[in-house]
């Protein structure tokens, strides 16, 4: 049951509105009072629209109501808040059902921003005999999408004005505006080079603005690997604000200016038996892709790709290579030399010469650049190149003609000749008595190639205790040591494939002194003849020596005889008996040694001839 007091209020509650508030009402609801300000409101599209009412709430307040105003429509009733019942009522607006809240200090809130929602809101409270209004703009802004490049161009041709792409900005409010950049640089247009048209379309439901422009563009060859970019430029609720494309690079197709030639090795020389690959390109784009190429000794040129290849190139290759686009209208040439180099040594191998024989060498040299010569003897580097007018022992040996072509690396030949020095033995004899009187020693000087064996007899009888030096240039020495107690022949006998030599030295008893001869020296028939004279002369003395004493021994008979008698001729006859017996033995062995000299003699003969 209500009070008595409640049930008065509620009577002033339901009581009409004077004539005079419903007139103010409407003529608020028409239009705003005179002076009125103005309050903005920036918004995000499809955020919540925060309206606070910028009018101070009075105390004798009865409500609060919430309108919005479109030029040259009526005011629209959206919100009412009763200061006394404290109830919220909202009008039946379609486009604002279910997205508003009024609070209780009267800010209106408005959900899910749309374009449409760009109005003029008023906040009126209401009192028994007056009307507060405030207006708030509100605005809505919407970022575009990311500016794209669409429908772009496969390729751009110099010369050719193109249609490049479009630069298409979506969903935005309010309207963007596109620009066009080259490298970073704003495009502006130029007539019959850089054309650009702008369109702009609206989507009714939204109200969101998609732009787009076209660019028609005339490259150069200087756009090769251009980057274009476009931008959008949009107002935000802080502002103006910019966002730029991805960057797109067009292929720019010109056509070929220069073509180029080029020799395609991995040498930095070219030699015989290479193989050359040849390539041809131009400067166009895109690049092409037959060519004519000029080959030396071909009578018309050969139609290829950019690639052509001569393979196991002779020193008749080398000269002057060309190629061409295939209407010959441009051409590049260059000069190949194939390098070479010969090398003919006469004689060369294996060469057997006689010793004294002459043996004329050439090295001859056939390159294509300047050559150097370099001459080895048994690996060891020679002043000068080998010349034989009369062959030694020591000219045997391997000879190598070696040649270099500088310019060229690793193009080097050479050729060997191994010379074989042939001879027949040669024998020198010497002997000497040792040092301590008690031995003899023989050496023979042999000289031959193929190197002699030596054999030694002394009386007929062989000797195997000979000493040999090294074998050098055709030379060695074989020596043995002997001590005879009577006079002997001592032979050496030399035998290659080519002679046998035989030479022969008479040698006295070791109890015989007799000068020595210097080793290799004298010629050994030449010491053999001498060896002889010297025993014919001991020979001769010995004789005359025997003579004298065989005189004296008559001369004393002979005396003892006239004086004494028979006893005196025994007496004479012992005193020859008592001779000294090595005399006797010495006119014996040298009567002897007359019949060997003869022998030897006979012997020396026969080797010298």
């Not at 004798?60 to 009763?82: C, H, P, Q, T, V």
């Not at 004479?572 to 008996?577: G, P, R």
Request: charged share 25%; hydrophobic share 35%; proline share 5%.
């Amino acid at each position: 049951m209500e009070t008595p007091s409640a049930a008065a209020s509620s009577r002033r509650e339901l009581q009409p509105p004077s004539p005079l508030l419903l007139l103010g009402l409407l003529l608020s609801a028409l239009c705003l009072r005179p002076g009125l300000g103005l309050y903005t409101v920036n918004t995000v599209y499809g955020d919540t629209i925060i309206l606070p009412c910028h009018v101070e709430v009075p105390n004798d307040l009865m409500f609060g109501k919430w309108k919005y105003e479109i030029a040259n429509k009526a005011s629209a009733f959206i919100a009412f808040r009763s200061a006394i019942k404290k109830n919220v009522q909202y009008d039946d607006v379609p486009e604002y059902k279910d997205r508003l809240t009024l609070s209780e200090n009267y800010t209106l809130s408005i959900t899910n921003a749309r374009i449409g929602d760009e109005k003029k809101f008023v906040c009126m409270l209401v009192t028994g005999d007056n009307v507060f209004e405030e207006a708030t703009i509100v605005k809505v802004f919407k970022q575009p999408s990311q500016p794209e490049i669409i429908n772009q161009a496969n390729f751009l041709e110099t010369e050719q004005l193109k249609m490049l792409g479009e630069c298409i900005a979506k969903d935005g409010y309010p309207e963007g505006n596109l620009t066009w950049f080259k490298n970073g640089v704003v495009l502006q247009p130029v007539e019959g080079a850089v054309i650009i048209t702008e369109q702009t379309n609206v989507d009714k439901a939204s109200g969101l603005f998609t732009v787009t422009s076209s660019l028609e563009y005339k490259p150069t060859k200087a756009d090769t690997n251009a980057q274009f970019t476009c931008t959008v430029t949009y107002f935000g609720p802080t502002g103006q604000e910019t966002i730029r494309s991805e960057s797109v690079v067009f292929d720019i197709h010109y056509p070929t200016e220069k073509v180029n030639i080029q020799v395609l090795s991995q040498k930095n020389a070219i030699t015989e038996g290479d193989n050359i690959t040849l390539k041809c390109s131009g400067n166009g784009n895109p690049p092409p892709q037959q060519f004519l190429f000029y080959i030396p000794g071909e009578p018309e040129p050969i139609q290829s790709s950019s690639l052509y290849i001569l393979t196991d190139v002779r020193r008749n290759a080398t000269g002057e290579y060309r190629c061409s686009l295939t209407d010959e209208s441009l051409v590049d040439s260059t000069i190949i030399t194939v390098h070479y180099l010969d090398l003919s040594l006469t004689p060369s191998g294996e060469v057997i010469k006689q010793i004294g024989e002459a043996l004329p060498v050439s090295c001859t040299i056939s390159s294509s650049r300047n050559a150097t010569v370099l001459w080895l003897k048994d690996n060891k580097r020679m002043r000068s190149s080998p010349s034989f007018s009369s062959l030694h022992y020591q000219d045997a040996g391997n000879y190598i003609c070696e040649t270099t072509l500088q310019e060229v690396e690793g193009l080097k030949k050479s050729e060997i000749l191994t010379l074989i020095v042939q001879g027949k033995p040669q024998i020198k004899m010497s002997k000497k008595t040792g040092p301590d009187g008690s031995h003899k020693v023989i050496a023979c000087q042999v000289e031959g190639f193929p190197k002699p064996v030596v054999q030694w007899t002394m009386s007929g009888g062989a000797i195997n205790k000979a000493k040999e030096t090294n074998f050098v240039n055709g030379k060695f020495i074989s020596k043995i040591e002997i001590a005879p107690e009577e006079n002997v022949t001592v032979t050496c006998i030399a035998e290659n494939q080519l002679e046998r030599t035989v030479t022969s030295m008479n040698v006295s008893a070791i109890s015989f002194r007799e000068p020595d001869e210097p080793e290799e020296k004298n010629d050994g028939n030449r010491e053999s003849v001498n060896d002889q004279a010297k025993l014919i002369v001991g020979i001769v003395v010995g004789l005359l020596l025997a003579a004298l004493v065989a005189g004296v021994a008559y001369w004393l008979y002979m005396k003892k005889s006239k004086d004494v008698n028979g006893e005196s001729e025994k007496e004479a006859a012992q005193n020859i008996q008592t001779l000294p017996r090595s005399a006797s033995k010495h006119v014996d062995k040298d009567l002897g040694n007359i019949e060997e000299n003869k022998k030897l003699e006979e012997n020396n003969h026969k080797s010298e001839a």
